[in-house]
């Protein structure tokens, strides 16, 4: 009898690298092992009040599907959201998704045919190339370095990656898994080559208000590029609400959103007590983004003071988001990953990161480095970099 098969599609798909140590942490945790998870961007700090209460006040009999493009009072919120930023929109430039990995899938199947490519910066969110591959789009990297703060040097480095194939540009400001906060004037070349190769942009600015220097920049604000630009966006993460699943796409093409209408409506709908609860939330963001933004600052600098002291590691200081790249004195960072779950501990406590190879699309990169999230209180978070000062110290005196 033949064995039955599942997809390429599917077999061309990765772990998730965030996810995949999960069952080495539940028999640490059988050992009675506290494992620190900073591998993950799920914060300890509580949701808004807003959005709990909002949740706890539904009192309707039935919970109706939503339009697919939104409920009404959701997607104006937004649009007040947005004009905190100078930014206007109208209700048809905004579709709500099941967060943004939604977005993401939506917009690869909306402007790409299998086949097609998209130039993406790596290392970059691991679910880019997982979607991708599911679209059969091939994604054509860039690789920015760690060493020199990710920079991109020249709208050069863009230009010689497009092919006729090409249809887009991928830029997650600020940038996971890096922290990088984009520069305006990276931002333009982007902005400029798209303009001249009719490329759309797909901007990701899941963590936008999450800057530590200077001001959000969202490319919204950027004049000419109304129908090459789409902008992926989320409650997740500036509002500590990754279960509730929502985000939504944004842009002025016309045709893209009345494409990315008709896949949203085969899906039927973005949670509808979810876009309930955030109503309120988003109409009044600042002042708890502001606080939520003060905290990451906080943690970060807790996070930098132990690793610059520490030797052989190589790092940047990130201006955004809550995340940063380490390169490891290691040659292997999945082996010191697994050594600290099953070997390592320090007063019954050890630390879980996350691996970056997968978050590169070139092959073999990143195996030397790891991502911190700073998603522990500073007193947690403190036990944990020392931890993990002391498991790789015992790691490197394990290998030669």
């Known amino acids: 009898m033949n064995k039955l098969k599942i997809s390429i599609r599917v077999n061309k798909l990765n772990q998730s690298p965030i996810r995949k140590f999960f069952a080495l942490v539940e028999r640490a945790e059988k050992r ?40 009404k009072e959701h997607i104006e919120a937004w649009i007040k959201y947005y004009r905190g930023f100078g930014i206007y929109l109208g209700a048809e430039e905004i579709i709500s998704t099941v967060g943004v990995s939604e977005g993401i899938l ?58 006729k194939k090409t249809r887009g540009i991928v830029v997650i400001n600020p940038d996971n898994p890096t922290g990088k906060a984009w520069g305006k004037k990276e931002l ?8 001249k190769n009719n490329l759309y942009i797909i901007a990701d600015e899941t963590y936008r208000e999450i800057i530590f220097r200077g001001k959000p920049l969202s490319m919204l604000l950027f004049k000419n590029i109304d ?22 796409v944004v842009s002025k093409n016309k045709e893209f ?6 896949i949203a409506m085969s899906r039927l709908s973005a949670p509808t007590i979810g876009q309930l609860a955030t109503i309120q939330i988003l109409k009044k963001s600042r002042p708890f983004t502001k606080k939520l933004t003060a905290e990451f600052k906080k943690r970060r600098d807790i996070v930098n003071n132990v690793l610059r002291k520490m030797k052989g590691v190589v790092t940047y200081l990130p201006n955004g988001a809550f995340y940063q790249v380490i390169k490891l004195p290691v040659k292997d960072s999945e082996s010191f990953i697994k050594f600290m779950l099953e070997d390592f501990s320090y007063q019954r406590k050890t630390v879980l990161v996350s691996p970056m190879e997968d978050f590169y699309v070139s092959h073999g990169h990143g195996r030397d480095e790891i991502r911190i999230a700073y998603v522990l209180n500073v007193k947690e978070l403190n036990m944990a970099m020392e931890v993990f000062k002391r498991g790789l110290q015992a790691y490197l005196c394990l290998k030669p």
């Open 188 to 195: 333009e070349i982007i902005a400029k080559v798209a303009r």
């Open 106 to 163: 939506m917009t690869f199947l909306a402007i790409s045919n299998p086949g097609d490519e998209v130039i993406v910066f790596e290392p970059l969110y691991a679910n880019y190339p997982a979607i991708a591959a599911m679209c059969g789009v091939k994604l054509v990297p860039i690789r920015l370095k760690l060493e020199n703060g990710f920079v991109l040097s020249s709208e050069k480095e863009i230009i010689r990656k497009i092919t």
């Open 257 to 262: 959103t009345a494409g990315i209408l008709k």
């Open 227 to 248: 129908d090459n630009l789409i902008v992926l966006d989320s409650i997740s993460k500036r509002f500590l609400a990754p279960g509730i699943r929502l985000g939504v």
């Open 32 to 71: 009675g092992i506290k494992v620190f998870k900073l591998n993950i961007g799920d914060s300890d700090i509580e949701t808004p009040k807003e959005i709990l209460k909002g949740i706890s006040s539904f009192k309707n009999k039935n919970i109706h599907y939503a339009p697919s493009s939104g409920i």
